[in-house]
């Protein structure tokens, strides 16, 4: 098991979109299973996952943003948010969190 980080900006984020119960639910599953999300291209190593949302499924659900810092195994949530809010996370905005 990994230990998670939350920078700031995912803190607030997080308010908006889960309840503290789903934002610690996802936080332990995240880890135990650091590799689980999909590394954004030109993103330094920055990996996004879905994860779901009370009332909406996996699908409908939110996006984390996070790095897998594997030799200080330590997980960095950078920012979460809504599927429908936005599709994607652009590798410039991702930098611009960090």
Same mark, same amino acid.
């Given at each position: 098991?990994?230990?998670?980080? $939350?920078?700031?900006?995912?803190?607030?984020?997080?308010? =908006?979109?889960?309840?503290?119960?789903? =934002?610690?639910?996802?936080?332990?599953?995240?880890?135990?299973?650091?590799?689980?999300?999909? !590394?954004i291209p030109?993103?330094?190593?920055?990996?996004? !996952?879905?994860?779901?949302?009370?009332?909406?499924?996996?699908?409908?659900?939110? =996006?984390? *943003?996070y790095f897998?810092?594997?030799? $200080? $195994? *330590? !997980?960095?949530?950078?920012?979460?948010?809504?599927?429908?809010?936005? $599709?994607?996370?652009?590798?410039?905005? *991702?930098?611009?969190? !960090?």
């Open positions: 098991m990994r230990t998670v980080i $939350e920078t700031p900006t995912f803190q607030k984020q997080a308010e =908006r979109i889960w309840s503290d119960a789903e =934002r610690l639910d996802f936080i332990g599953w995240i880890a135990a299973n650091p590799d689980a999300g999909d !590394v030109g993103a330094d190593g920055a990996r996004k !996952v879905r994860w779901k949302r009370a009332g909406t499924g996996k699908s409908g659900g939110a =996006r984390v *943003i897998n810092l594997t030799d $200080e $195994e *330590i !997980v960095l949530l950078v920012a979460v948010y809504a599927k429908a809010e936005r $599709e994607n996370m652009l590798p410039k905005d *991702i930098r611009k969190v !960090v």
